[in-house]
């Protein structure tokens, strides 16, 4: 980072007036005014060039999710390959099952295979990338989902624990609603350092803002940002953020709160050594044999988690490895497949019609396997009705049973259609009404969050009042107490124990 030094003492020096040798100063009030401009630009070029090595210390002291920066914790470990791809979790191809893999529809197996071949058919396909690789890019797009975080922890200087309470004083002087989530998580982080109660306070003012869900999430999300900050210096304490990350995203996920959900599954792809417990009550086979057998049960628990919220993408990971289990589940496959299709994912639609056609499923008519195969040739042209044309080719598709009954389960695919892409679109739109109460609980209630605040900070002035003259009045009796007992007890112990004791009412007799 080159420093940018400031124009101003440069165009100060330029400016001067030259005087030559032989013509001295005409007075000494203008060569005291030369000194003056010299000595002020020499004294602001020395503050820019400081300033601008600040601003490169901190940068370097805050570095972000990229590659070659930040290295993964000691506990991550090698996943199955199937999590080897760039983007996300689950695959992008799902291995021979894949619609158009068996001759249904072979020009957009063709124009697919040719776009993950580079764009061109018989391009060579580009290398996988490194677990290292894949897992930043995961992290990054994590941390991208509410970039004002990232803002408001660089905004405040975030690189020492030592000095961390300080920086949420100061981003809470310029962003108060950003700076409640992460004040929360340093003071989890740091709660020995702080008063009693304070790291609760802070994570009761953030539920309140945000909701219990959205709370845990930014939060989490602070703590993988305090990782980043403290690996470099302090691998302790960032190692801790790290595993109170996975805390936090376990508490968000279980009421239900997808981004937490996908936060936690992440992060046990990646690894820790937080214990985990399959909840009582989870209905669905973790593997232990085959691939993904070695996952673990809560890598499997957010994915079917996540799948049960509608999002096809990890439904048909679920699928694919029901499929390739020993023995291969194949009702588990149909149950993800179907919430796959609920979810949007076309492509499942076709995978169930390969499987009700190889008699995987039972369909003794042929039905659901027709139903299944006009639902997939609709969904991607966005049409409401199957051409003359293309009842034909599906009839041809279908096979000697399957086929016969596209014709009479038409008008049942159509509506079908027609209903999960309505199921589909809504659901983007209850994500974005839930992002809009947010910004408008945030709006709301920020107010009485900063009333909050100046309680609490009353009450630990008054708290450390009140043991500052607790300490003082403990000091003071100790102290009284220890000079009487050095008085009684400066005398010999045989003159204390035989000398005789005078009455105080008569004092000449004893």
Same mark, same amino acid.
């Given at each position: 980072?080159?420093?940018?030094?400031?124009?101003?003492?440069?165009?100060?020096?330029?400016?001067?007036?030259?005087?030559?040798?032989?013509?001295?100063?005409?007075?000494?009030?203008?060569?005291?005014?030369?000194?003056?401009?010299?000595?002020?630009?020499?004294?602001?070029?020395?503050?820019?060039?400081?300033?601008?090595?600040?601003?490169?210390?901190?940068?370097?002291?805050?570095?972000?999710?990229?590659?070659?920066?930040?290295?993964?914790?000691?506990?991550?470990?090698?996943?199955?390959?199937?999590?080897?791809?760039?983007?996300?979790?689950?695959?992008?191809?799902?291995?021979?099952?894949?619609?158009?893999?068996?001759?249904?529809?072979?020009?957009?197996?063709?124009?697919?295979?040719?776009?993950?071949?580079?764009?061109?058919?018989?391009?060579?396909?580009?290398?996988?990338?490194?677990?290292?690789?894949?897992?930043?890019?995961?992290?990054?797009?994590?941390?991208?989902?509410?970039?004002?975080?990232?803002?408001?922890?660089?905004?405040?200087?975030?690189?020492?624990?030592?000095?961390?309470?300080?920086?949420?004083?100061?981003?809470?002087?310029?962003?108060?609603?950003?700076?409640?989530?992460?004040?929360?998580?340093?003071?989890?982080?740091?709660?020995?350092?702080?008063?009693?109660?304070?790291?609760?306070?802070?994570?009761?003012?953030?539920?309140?803002?945000?909701?219990?869900?959205?709370?845990?999430?930014?939060?989490?999300?602070?703590?993988?940002?305090?990782?980043?900050?403290?690996?470099?210096?302090?691998?302790?304490?960032?190692?801790?953020?790290?595993?109170?990350?996975?805390?936090?995203?376990?508490?968000?996920?279980?009421?239900?709160?997808?981004?937490?959900?996908?936060?936690?599954?992440?992060?046990?792809?990646?690894?820790?050594?937080?214990?985990?417990?399959?909840?009582?009550?989870?209905?669905?086979?973790?593997?232990?044999?085959?691939?993904?057998?070695?996952?673990?049960?809560?890598?499997? *628990? #957010?994915?079917?988690?996540?799948? +049960?919220? &509608? $999002?096809?993408?990890? @439904?048909?990971?679920?699928?694919?490895?029901? %499929? /390739?289990?020993?023995?291969?589940?194949?009702?588990?496959?149909? *149950? #993800?497949?179907?919430?796959?299709? +609920?979810? &949007? $994912?076309?492509?499942? @639609?076709?995978?169930?019609?390969?499987?009700? %056609? /190889?008699?995987?499923?039972?369909?003794?008519?042929?039905?659901?396997?027709?139903?299944?195969?006009?639902?997939?040739?609709?969904?991607?042209?966005? @049409?409401?009705?199957?051409?003359?044309?293309?009842?034909?080719?599906?009839?041809?598709?279908?096979?000697?049973?399957?086929?016969?009954?596209?014709?009479?389960?038409?008008?049942?695919?159509?509506?079908?259609?027609?209903?999960?892409?309505?199921?589909?679109?809504?659901?983007?739109?209850?994500?974005?009404?839930?992002?809009?109460?947010?910004?408008?609980?945030?709006?709301?209630?920020?107010?009485?969050?900063?009333?909050?605040?100046?309680?609490?900070?009353?009450?630990?002035?008054?708290?450390?009042?009140?043991?500052?003259?607790?300490?003082?009045?403990?000091?003071?009796?100790?102290?009284?107490?220890?000079?009487?007992?050095?008085?009684?007890?400066?005398?010999?112990?045989?003159?204390?124990?035989?000398?005789?004791?005078?009455?105080?009412?008569?004092?000449?007799?004893?």
């Amino acid at each position: 980072m080159a420093a940018r030094t400031p124009l101003f003492p440069l165009c100060a020096l330029v400016l001067i007036p030259s005087s030559s040798p032989s013509r001295p100063p005409s007075s000494d009030a203008e060569a005291a005014l030369y000194l003056f401009i010299i000595i002020a630009g020499g004294l602001a070029l020395l503050a820019g060039l400081v300033c601008a090595a600040k601003r490169h210390q901190i940068s370097m002291e805050n570095p972000t999710f990229s590659k070659g920066t930040v290295k993964l914790p000691p506990f991550a470990r090698s996943p199955h390959d199937a999590l080897f791809v760039r983007g996300d979790g689950p695959e992008r191809a799902q291995g021979g099952h894949a619609a158009g893999s068996n001759g249904i529809f072979p020009g957009a197996a063709r124009e697919s295979r040719a776009k993950t071949q580079g764009g061109r058919p018989g391009a060579a396909a580009t290398p996988p990338p490194s677990r290292e690789e894949v897992w930043r890019e995961q992290l990054e797009a994590l941390l991208q989902t509410r970039p004002d975080l990232a803002f408001a922890v660089s905004l405040g200087e975030v690189h020492d624990p030592a000095h961390a309470v300080e920086a949420c004083h100061r981003i809470r002087r310029q962003l108060p609603s950003l700076s409640i989530p992460i004040t929360a998580a340093v003071c989890r982080l740091l709660s020995q350092e702080l008063p009693d109660g304070e790291a609760d306070f802070w994570q009761t003012q953030t539920f309140f803002l945000l909701g219990e869900g959205e709370g845990c999430y930014r939060i989490g999300l602070s703590d993988l940002l305090l990782y980043i900050r403290f690996l470099q210096t302090h691998e302790d304490v960032a190692l801790n953020a790290w595993r109170q990350a996975v805390e936090h995203f376990r508490r968000g996920g279980s009421v239900g709160h997808v981004d937490c959900m996908e936060g936690a599954r992440l992060l046990a792809v990646i690894g820790h050594d937080v214990p985990f417990a399959l909840p009582v009550g989870w209905q669905h086979a973790i593997p232990t044999e085959g691939p993904g057998g070695d996952l673990g049960p809560e890598v499997f *628990y #957010w994915y079917g988690r996540l799948a +049960e919220t &509608g $999002d096809s993408r990890y @439904a048909r990971f679920m699928a694919r490895h029901c %499929r /390739e289990a020993t023995p291969a589940d194949w009702a588990g496959a149909a *149950y #993800w497949l179907r919430k796959a299709l +609920e979810g &949007g $994912d076309f492509l499942a @639609a076709g995978e169930l019609f390969q499987l009700y %056609r /190889e008699e995987k499923l039972p369909d003794e008519t042929g039905r659901e396997g027709a139903i299944c195969l006009i639902v997939f040739t609709l969904w991607p042209q966005w @049409a409401d009705e199957l051409s003359d044309e293309d009842v034909a080719r599906l009839e041809a598709a279908g096979g000697e049973r399957i086929g016969p009954q596209v014709a009479a389960c038409q008008a049942e695919g159509e509506a079908l259609c027609r209903q999960l892409r309505t199921a589909a679109n809504g659901r983007a739109t209850a994500r974005q009404r839930e992002r809009d109460e947010i910004a408008a609980r945030i709006d709301a209630r920020m107010d009485e969050i900063l009333v909050n605040i100046q309680a609490r900070r009353r009450f630990l002035a008054a708290e450390d009042l009140r043991a500052q003259l607790a300490e003082a009045a403990t000091r003071a009796k100790t102290s009284g107490r220890l000079r009487r007992n050095r008085l009684r007890d400066s005398r010999p112990a045989s003159s204390r124990e035989y000398r005789p004791r005078r009455s105080f009412a008569r004092p000449d007799k004893h």
